[in-house]
């Protein structure tokens, strides 16, 4: 099957964070048809992470692994999300950027290698993960099943740039209590929006800090107030507002010390004013505990490891030049390979990111087809022609 025809059957089996089940088993019986070991290691009932593993010589030694995640956002106003449509050299569906393009290339380049019957020293895998879109079940479910692997490629899209590290994220929600009146007697209350407002005016004018990625540029913590929700109605002393932020975090950083300071600036007006206030990690759509506690961590694999420099390598091999290298603003769960299991790892995938959770959504098939070469020439490269420290 090529590459086009892959990312078609993928858009066609919708597979919204929470209904992946289909898309698992698809994937399963994919991969099991062209010769891999494959286990579906279930992280909810009907929620399944596929793994799927092309074994080496070294039977138990994979010298690199791909990251995927098999569920997309709802399709929201996208026409004929799931009916995926071919168009001037781009493929349109929901998930086709976000990101079963990155799986596509991924499974063409695995049937490649089998067809070439050439054997490998080191395994390659492939992890498909659920609810990347949500809760980050799927890749949190890692570590506990015990993925190992020497590198590993995340095949979110990068326009085939090279992505060496992400930010992280620290969902911060503070609730602040006063007291209710009415408006006409406004003295008689505490009004948690206008003492929410000045707490916030305080946290929006701090310098934020900033880290210098070698090679690259600077990258800056950032913070963005989201979310404001509070009062009943205009002529009632509201007494209770609460605000959403985003604080993006920079590698050194972490959301337990990022809740401190804040949680810091918010009690010196806890003792001048007559307000109470809560400071939290949350999110609206976060109900999930374990991943309130741990995070969404900054990751980042260092300039020099040899994961980066044989990606670049492979790229050339293909494109003819050296791929831009960057670190991105967002997040992605490179985290978790890299924080988690220790395990080096890029981000390059095809596609425009730019298009990820719009109505818009589509891909360029000739980055899917270069994207599924330059695995090619990594897997080759660091699976045949492995050298051991």
């Known amino acids: 099957?090529?590459?086009?025809?892959?990312?078609?059957?993928?858009?066609?089996?919708?597979?919204?964070?929470?209904?992946?089940?289909?898309?698992?088993?698809?994937?399963?019986?994919?991969?099991?048809?062209?010769?891999?070991?494959?286990?579906?290691?279930?992280?909810?009932k009907e929620r399944f992470n596929i793994f799927a593993v092309l074994p080496g010589t070294k039977k138990n030694d994979l010298g690199l692994i791909f990251h995927g995640h098999i569920d997309t956002i709802p399709a929201y106003n996208m026409k004929s999300p799931f009916t995926p449509i071919a168009k001037d050299n781009h493929i349109w569906g929901r998930g086709s950027v976000d990101q079963k393009g990155g799986i596509a290339s991924v499974i063409s380049a695995f049937e490649k290698i089998v067809s070439s019957k050439r054997s490998l020293k080191y395994g390659v895998g492939f992890i498909g993960v659920v609810?990347?879109?949500?809760?980050?079940?799927?890749?949190?479910?890692?570590?506990?099943?015990?993925?190992?692997?020497?590198?590993?490629?995340?095949?979110?899209?990068?326009?085939?740039?090279?992505?060496?590290?992400?930010?992280?994220?620290?969902?911060?929600?503070?609730?602040?209590?006063?007291?209710?009146?009415?408006?006409?007697?406004?003295?008689?209350?505490?009004?948690?929006?206008?003492?929410?407002?000045?707490?916030?005016?305080?946290?929006?004018?701090?310098?934020?800090?900033?880290?210098?990625?070698?090679?690259?540029?600077?990258?800056?913590?950032?913070?963005?107030?989201?979310?404001?929700?509070?009062?009943?109605a205009y002529n009632i002393v509201p007494d209770e507002c609460v605000f959403w932020f985003d604080r993006r975090l920079i590698p050194g950083e972490n959301q337990f010390q990022i809740l401190d300071n804040i949680k810091k600036e918010v009690k010196k007006f806890e003792d001048c004013h007559n307000i109470s206030a809560v400071v939290e990690i949350a999110r609206p759509d976060w109900n999930w505990e374990p991943i309130k506690k741990r995070g969404l961590k900054p990751a980042l694999t260092d300039i020099d490891?040899?994961?980066?420099?044989?990606?670049?390598?492979?790229?050339?091999?293909?494109?003819?030049?050296?791929?831009?290298?960057?670190?991105?603003?967002?997040?992605?769960?490179?985290?978790?390979?890299?924080?988690?299991?220790?395990?080096?790892?890029?981000?390059?995938?095809?596609?425009?990111?730019?298009?990820?959770?719009?109505?818009?959504?589509?891909?360029?098939?000739?980055?899917?087809?270069?994207?599924?070469?330059?695995?090619?020439?990594?897997?080759?490269?660091?699976?045949?022609?492995?050298?051991?420290?």
């Open 1 to 44: 099957m090529s590459v086009i025809e892959e990312i078609k059957k993928l858009i066609a089996i919708p597979s919204v964070t929470g209904e992946e089940a289909l898309i698992g088993k698809y994937l399963y019986e994919r991969f099991t048809n062209m010769g891999c070991i494959t286990r579906l290691i279930e992280v909810e």
């Open 131 to 232: 609810d990347e879109e949500s809760e980050h079940k799927g890749s949190m479910n890692l570590k506990d099943i015990g993925i190992k692997a020497k590198y590993a490629v995340v095949t979110e899209p990068t326009g085939l740039k090279l992505g060496i590290g992400c930010k992280g994220t620290a969902p911060i929600k503070i609730t602040i209590k006063g007291k209710a009146s009415h408006g006409c007697r406004p003295w008689l209350g505490v009004n948690a929006i206008e003492y929410g407002m000045k707490i916030v005016s305080e946290l929006l004018v701090e310098d934020l800090p900033i880290y210098k990625v070698r090679d690259i540029d600077e990258v800056k913590a950032t913070l963005n107030l989201g979310l404001i929700r509070g009062g009943v």
């Open 305 to 389: 490891s040899e994961v980066i420099q044989v990606v670049k390598v492979s790229h050339r091999e293909v494109i003819g030049d050296n791929p831009t290298l960057f670190f991105t603003d967002g997040y992605n769960e490179m985290d978790f390979l890299i924080n988690d299991l220790g395990i080096p790892t890029v981000q390059y995938g095809p596609g425009d990111s730019g298009l990820c959770h719009t109505d818009e959504e589509n891909i360029e098939i000739n980055q899917l087809i270069k994207a599924s070469l330059v695995y090619i020439k990594i897997i080759k490269n660091l699976c045949e022609d492995y050298n051991e420290n």
